[in-house]
């Protein structure tokens, strides 16, 4: 920040934090063969979505270009809940 010439005073340290006990309990929970199809993560490209499904964050005109793109091979993955989600889904399976 300093290096982009924001002031000492506008600087503050924003800690991140991940509740790793959380994520290593319920992801030993998932039943990985029923999420990800055997051979399903052998692609050439692939595309990680990694936020909230939000309006503003479009994650709807991802979906609809990926498959626009037919490209062979490639995989796309939404992780993330929010609003749009059911929406998502819906479009997928149409």
């Not at 063969?33 to 595309?47: C, F, I, K, N, S």
């Not at 479009?58 to 993955?77: C, E, G, Y």
């Not at 992780?79 to 059911?86: H, I, V, W």
Request: charged letters at 20%; glycine letters at 6%; a neutral charge.
């Amino acid at each position: 920040m300093r290096s982009l010439g924001i002031p000492e005073q506008r600087i503050s340290l924003t800690p991140y934090a991940v509740d790793n006990d959380w994520w290593k309990a319920n992801s030993a929970k998932v039943d990985r063969d029923a999420v990800v199809p055997h051979g399903a993560l052998h692609v050439a490209t692939g595309v990680l979505f990694c936020a909230k499904m939000q309006p503003w964050k479009r994650p709807m005109d991802l979906l609809r270009a990926f498959a626009s793109a037919n490209i062979p091979q490639s995989l796309l993955v939404f992780a993330g809940d929010g609003p749009l989600r059911s929406e998502l889904e819906g479009e997928v399976t149409n």
